[in-house]
């Protein structure tokens, strides 16, 4: 089942963490460029971060860098999205994305929602007061 899933959305106050998760009964992430997507509702989804293949290197747009961090563990077959230092303008549904991007591409950001084979269903993510 070649799908992806997210997990760990919630609400939180501003300066709060959380961290996201996505997993995949079907497809051995770690062989994949994996990406953090987020989207409003009425707005375009846009790009967070991503990470290439294997240990691949990672990329922040700005308004996340120091304060979003991604990772895999190889073992759970997981990625991880963690964020710190919420704020409102990080209300948003996170979906995560599996592509065929080299990490060199990655790093460069060179890597766009269309470019990514599998998507997940998406998690809530709430910062608010």
């Known amino acids: 089942q070649l799908q992806l899933v997210e997990s760990g959305g919630g609400v939180a106050q501003p300066g709060e963490s959380l961290r996201l998760s996505c997993t995949s009964p079907g497809l051995t992430l770690e062989f994949s460029a994996i990406a953090w997507f987020r989207q409003v509702a009425g707005k375009e989804r846009e790009r967070v971060t991503a990470?290439?293949?294997?240990?691949?290197?990672?990329f922040y747009v700005d308004s996340v860098k120091g304060r979003f961090t991604i990772s895999r563990d190889k073992a759970k077959n997981a990625v991880y999205l963690q964020m710190s230092h919420l704020n409102p303008e990080d209300t948003a549904v996170y979906y995560c994305?599996?592509?065929?991007?080299?990490?060199?591409?990655?790093?460069?950001?060179?890597?766009?929602?269309?470019?990514?084979?599998?998507w997940g269903k998406g998690t809530q993510v709430t910062v608010s007061s």
């Open positions: 994305a599996a592509g065929r991007y080299t990490s060199s591409a990655v790093v460069a950001g060179h890597w766009t929602q269309y470019g990514m084979d599998y």
């Open positions: 990470i290439g293949p294997g240990d691949g290197g990672t």
